[in-house]
């Protein structure tokens, strides 16, 4: 019975939402996210409910069904086609009601099985051969290197980012190598999926911004027409970072809130993000209009 | 004692808490990959982590050391008087040109 | 009889700091040997100034020079760690031995 | 007496994160995170992944335990109450690294990392403004830190203290700018990996650490349980509650700047800040 | 009570103090080493040294913390992924913790020590404060001074850009063939330690 009234209660909050957005799709789904009964969720570990916008190119179905079977139990994935924003809203929170209920839920898409076969060694169980060898737990450990900034041979972490991050641009798939929140290697694997001309919109531009300096309500604010209302905006933005024939990323997020679209040429992108902290990346990121980004990700793949 | 029972008291009660709230978790390979996105990491993400900041973190645990003689100082102040704030200045500025040294090799900046 | 056990404890706390001083290959280790050595010698002095020396005042400062002490240690230990570390990618103690090739 | 205040200690505890949940509008949210399965990432760290949340919630407890709630009134009424806040506030840092490190995932390891390299010196100007405050008390003792605002209230004798104490108390309480363990450029950061009832359950520590850190704050700089009228416990209440509010609606409406900026910022402007308030506060109290 | 406690007390710090040889987890063994420290500031607090006990917590935790920085950044395998022991001359070092035990508490056990308790009413903390400004004042200037000359050391020592240009320049050695791979140790592609090779040096 307690438990049942505990459904009841989480069916009433907002739906947390995890979008995979497809082509053309992007302004749509943001939008759709920034409505009342939904919640737009950073992570799928926060999520319930996987929307799928668009139809995804086939390359990017494995990184789908990583996102998929990375939802907690129970869950449930929608795919968004032709519905009209308010019929998908309806669907999802009908959705989330059955979830609570517990009357729908997913198995995974991909076998059970570690990504290296292992077998524990240790006196617990742990480990593999050696102090690093080996794939203890299914993976190897990461491994020294040469670092770009202070020349101290620590580990280098290397792993694909992407196509479904948020704070990414949907479709763009980064090789990044980090050492620490240092990137020290990048190579777009994946541009950034192709996007309609709205995508570009400057609400939606600065609402992208505003979420990564930690102003989710302002982002709110300005998706819905109104003003940002927040302190040290421009401030919080350091004023070198993202430089693009003339105007950095502080100068495009003030055009974004004052309501102008901003068009740059495309830059190259492994060269400005290279050796940027991991927060100046995803700000630089953020700081350019997908149309842009998206040329810039197309002419390093053709080179 | 009670300071230290009451501590103690506190901190047993919330492991308790915190267990008989957190259901114990299980899940499958796949889901258990650290999420990125979609994409996969070739390693483990535990590393030797490059803290960039570390000739800070050295500053730090010195120039916190101050504190030590800064809170007994507080307490016997007003009793000193003046020569209680002249003898603590002068403290505070021979480790304040620490800290400028520092500032200008750049320690405050990741490195 | 509190002051006996106390000192017991801190004994036992400076027999494990030795022994982790001598035999860790790894210079970060050695320095957490050294520091529960002087955790040993701060239950001491808290002992014997509580209930040996009736509370005398430089007790109480000689507890501070110790956590002085660590801290001095610690900052040096790791700047030395790092530098070696620039020089010779490794942090065992041996190879503070090749720096004087 | 004991058992009163302890029950206080819990009631405040309580209400204070119920009234932090509803400034968050988090209820249903959270209630429907324990209706969600807890997923186990790769070899994660079980023993520090299950105790991180509960030292949270603990150190939360401890720094209310420390509070006057009327005046000579305090659970633990130590001769070094600012000190055992002090503390608490070193182990936080801890406690946030360790929520970070356990689950062996890259997003979390780096909010671990950031938050150690701005919870350390973000303690310095806490401490500061702390020790300032005790120097008309001539006591590190809370309650005597509270006795000493009889007349006029720290926040308008040391007027720095307060701004630079949300500062802290923003860091503490992981929100808004100081939010450098749960930055949404990593995914929300150290609770990237967390679902389920484990999610529910730091999240509900950090929230009563926000009751924690406004008691503190408003028993050092708000006179505590001073007040005309009402009874001691209920002052503390209502400033407790009104600091709470400014603390949220400052962590909603300031931005974040990146992590390396704000270290400096931290060394290089809120320090001298601090020993200038120090100074003024010093000459004052003589 | 208050015995008892203490004596719980001195066994969990002597048992967190052995755990941080024990744990093959870098970040464990330093918060095991911080449970050893805050046991030992707990004693202080019951033995009527209530500003020393809990200082030692507030220094130490921020200490581990930066030890388990440190620990995590140069250690090989530190989360322990896979079982290691790091150890040489363990016998000797064993035995030398076990004399180094044996003859301390022999010395506690055989002298004499009379009890002569803090009073109950002393205030510790303004009697420190006193004494650090009046006849110790020169310990804390010291202090300053060592701490200025700590501060200098470890930046120094530890940033790359000094005065006199990058601290790694020249460390590794020049290549055996024109613009070739340097000689010497190479970051290894896998394998335990145990291979120093230092040739090139």
């Not at chain 1, 190579?187 to 600065?206: E, F, G, I, R, S």
Request: with cysteine; proline share 7%; charged share 15%.
């Amino acid at each position: 019975m307690a438990m049942t009234r505990l459904a009841r209660w989480a069916a009433r909050s907002p739906a947390p939402v995890f979008a995979a957005i497809g082509p053309g799709r992007q302004a749509e789904t943001e939008r759709l996210l920034a409505r009342p009964g939904l919640r737009r969720a950073a992570t799928p570990r926060d999520a319930a409910i996987l929307l799928v916008a668009g139809d995804l190119p086939g390359d990017t179905a494995e990184a789908l069904s990583h996102v998929h079977d990375q939802l907690p139990h129970p869950r449930a994935t929608l795919r968004w086609q032709a519905d009209a924003p308010d019929a998908i809203a309806a669907r999802i929170e009908t959705a989330w009601r059955d979830i609570c209920a517990g009357e729908r839920d997913e198995d995974d898409h991909l076998p059970d099985e570690p990504p290296n076969a292992w077998k524990g060694i240790g006196p617990h169980g742990q480990g593999g051969k050696g102090m690093m060898g080996g794939t203890p737990y299914g993976r190897p450990m990461a491994m020294t290197g040469t670092d770009i900034r202070d020349g101290l041979r620590l580990d280098r972490y290397t792993a694909r980012f992407g196509p479904f991050l948020p704070m990414l641009p949907p479709g763009l798939v980064l090789q990044v190598t980090l050492q620490g929140d240092v990137i020290c290697d990048l190579d777009v694997q994946a541009p950034p999926l192709a996007q309609a001309a709205d995508a570009d919109a400057p609400d939606l531009c600065a609402a992208r911004m505003l979420r990564l300096l930690g102003l989710d309500r302002a982002a709110h604010r300005v998706m819905h027409g109104q003003s940002a209302r927040a302190l040290w905006l421009r401030g919080a933005v350091p004023k070198r970072i993202g430089r693009i024939d003339g105007t950095s990323a502080r100068d495009r997020l003030i055009a974004w809130l004052a309501g102008d679209t901003v068009s740059v040429a495309p830059p190259d992108l492994p060269a400005l993000l290279h050796g940027a902290e991991w927060a100046e990346a995803m700000l630089i990121l953020a700081s350019l209009p997908p149309s842009a980004l998206i040329r810039a990700a197309r002419g390093v793949e053709a080179a | 004692m009670q300071t230290v029972i009451v501590i103690l008291g506190w901190t047993a009660l919330a492991v308790l808490l915190a267990r008989a709230m957190q259901p114990v978790a299980d899940s499958t390979a796949p889901q258990a990959m650290p999420f990125l996105g979609g994409g996969t990491p070739d390693t483990h993400a535990w590393q030797r982590y490059h803290f960039r900041p570390y000739s800070m973190a050295l500053l730090f645990v010195a120039f916190e050391m101050e504190m030590m003689f800064m809170y007994p100082w507080a307490v016997v102040f007003v009793s000193e008087g003046i020569k209680a704030l002249a003898e603590m200045g002068m403290f505070l500025a021979i480790l304040s040109v620490g800290i400028l040294y520092g500032w200008r090799e750049g320690i405050f900046r990741w490195q | 009889m509190t002051l006996i056990i106390v000192l017991l404890g801190a004994a036992a706390l400076i027999g494990i700091g030795l022994y982790g001083a001598l035999s860790q290959q790894s210079f970060v280790m050695l320095m957490m040997g050294l520091e529960l050595m002087l955790n040993g010698a701060l239950l001491a002095i808290i002992g014997f100034w509580s209930l040996y020396l009736g509370g005398m005042p430089e007790g109480q400062l000689l507890a501070i020079i110790v956590m002085a002490v660590m801290a001095v240690e610690m900052a040096i230990g790791f700047a030395l760690i790092v530098a070696v570390y620039r020089k010779r990618q490794a942090d065992m103690t041996e190879s503070i031995g090749t720096l004087k090739q | 007496m004991t058992a009163l205040l302890t029950l206080a200690v819990l009631a405040t505890l309580l209400g204070g994160t119920l009234f932090a949940v509803a400034l968050d509008r988090a209820y249903l949210p959270l209630l429907a995170l324990f209706t969600r399965q807890r997923v186990e990432t790769e070899a994660p760290d079980r023993l520090n992944r299950d105790l991180a949340p509960a030292w949270y919630l603990a150190l939360a407890a401890i720094g209310i335990a420390v509070v006057p709630f009327a005046p000579d009134l305090a659970l633990i009424d130590s001769p070094v109450g600012i000190v055992i806040w002090g503390s608490c506030e070193a182990l936080i840092v801890l406690t946030v690294f360790l929520h970070g490190w356990s689950p062996n995932a890259p997003f979390p390891l780096i909010g671990a990392y950031r938050y150690a390299a701005i919870g350390l010196p973000v303690m310095l100007p806490s401490m500061f403004v702390l020790i300032a405050a005790a120097l008309p008390a001539e006591s590190l003792s809370l309650v005597a830190i509270v006795d000493s605002q009889r007349e006029v209230w720290n926040v308008i004798r040391q007027p720095l203290g307060l701004p630079l104490f949300m500062v802290v108390a923003l860091a503490m309480t992981l929100r808004g700018p100081m939010d450098y363990a749960d930055a949404a450029d990593i995914a929300t950061g150290t609770s990237a990996e967390d679902s389920g009832a484990g999610r529910a359950v730091w999240q509900i520590a950090r929230l009563a650490m926000l009751v924690s850190v406004s008691a503190i704050a408003a028993t050092v700089f708000l006179g505590g349980p001073l007040g005309p009228v009402l009874p001691g416990p209920v002052w503390l209440w209502l400033k407790t509650g009104a600091l709470m509010a400014l603390t949220v609606w400052i962590g909603n409406r300031v931005a974040r700047t990146t992590p390396s900026r704000m270290l400096t910022i931290l060394w290089v402007v809120l320090l001298p800040l601090s020993f200038l308030h120090l100074l003024i506060s010093g000459l004052i109290a003589l | 009570m208050t015995d008892l406690m203490i004596a719980l007390l001195t066994a969990f710090a002597v048992w967190t103090g052995w755990r941080v040889f024990r744990v093959d987890s870098m970040v464990r063994a330093s918060f095991a080493l911080m449970l050893s420290f805050v046991a030992v500031g707990a004693i202080g607090v019951l033995l009527s040294a209530p500003y020393i006990g809990v200082a030692t917590v507030f220094m130490m935790a921020v200490e581990m913390m930066v030890m388990a920085i440190f620990m995590v950044m140069f250690m090989m395998n530190p989360a322990g992924l896979n079982p290691m022991v790091m150890v040489h001359q363990h016998r000797l070092s064993i035995g030398a913790g076990i004399v180094a035990f044996i003859g301390l508490s022999a010395a506690v056990l055989l002298s004499p020590l009379p009890s002569n308790p803090v009073a109950a009413d002393t205030d510790v903390v303004a009697q420190l404060g006193h004494e650090l400004l009046g006849p110790s004042m020169l310990i804390f200037e010291t202090a300053g001074v060592t701490l200025l000359a700590t501060m200098v050391g470890a930046v120094i020592l530890s940033s790359r850009q000094g005065r006199f240009g990058s601290a790694d320049e020249g460390s590794r050695p020049p290549g055996l063939t024109e613009g070739g791979d340097p000689a010497g140790r190479q970051p290894e592609g896998g394998g335990g330690h145990g291979h120093h090779h230092h040739e090139g040096h």
